[in-house]
């Protein structure tokens, strides 16, 4: 089976933008963190959400990242079936939306749950991931989607 086949998939394809969109916001976010710019790495907060504690080891690093990819997977399909339903209509919008929106509910998800190490993120920091990770998951999904929309030529009539 060719890729161009496999990607006709709304499901297949929302995983592979989100997958792909989760390792560029890790890559952009690495220098940030290593120049001291922020406190932790969204490999980090994926960590913590599960553990409530940052990930020191290398394996705790791996395990954050891992769960980092499956989230960020998952959201990449959410968006190829919000855009299936709005006929593909403002990708990047909606991406960009999502990745903020995400975001802040992981943020309200680890306060109500009474995650300390989440709870104690400074809100410089929290800034720093939301336009620096959120911002540039969100902008690469929807330029990924906007992309397989139009070289799978994907129906984007109104109905």
């Known amino acids: 089976m060719n890729l161009q086949k496999l990607l006709q998939d709304p499901l297949i394809r929302g995983g592979l933008a989100g997958t792909i969109a989760g390792i560029i916001m890790?890559?952009?976010n690495y220098p940030i963190y290593y120049l001291k710019y922020l406190k932790i790495r969204p490999t980090d907060f994926s960590y913590m959400v599960?553990?409530?504690h940052k990930a020191d080891s290398f394996l705790e690093i791996t395990a954050g990242f891992i769960n980092h990819l499956f989230f960020a997977s998952v959201s990449g399909i959410i968006l190829s079936y919000i855009l299936l339903i709005t006929n593909y209509r403002f990708p990047i919008i909606k991406g960009i939306t999502l990745g903020l929106g995400t975001n802040i509910i992981l943020l309200v998800?680890?306060?109500f749950f009474n995650i300390k190490s989440v709870i104690?993120?400074?809100p410089v920091n929290i800034l720093l991931l939301d336009i620096s990770a959120a911002l540039a998951f969100g902008i690469t999904l929807g330029l990924l989607m906007k992309y397989f929309q139009q070289s799978l030529d994907l129906n984007t009539e109104n109905n």
């Open 109 to 111: 998800l680890g306060s």
């Open 26 to 28: 890790e890559l952009i």
């Open 50 to 52: 599960i553990t409530h």
């Open 120 to 122: 104690n993120i400074s």
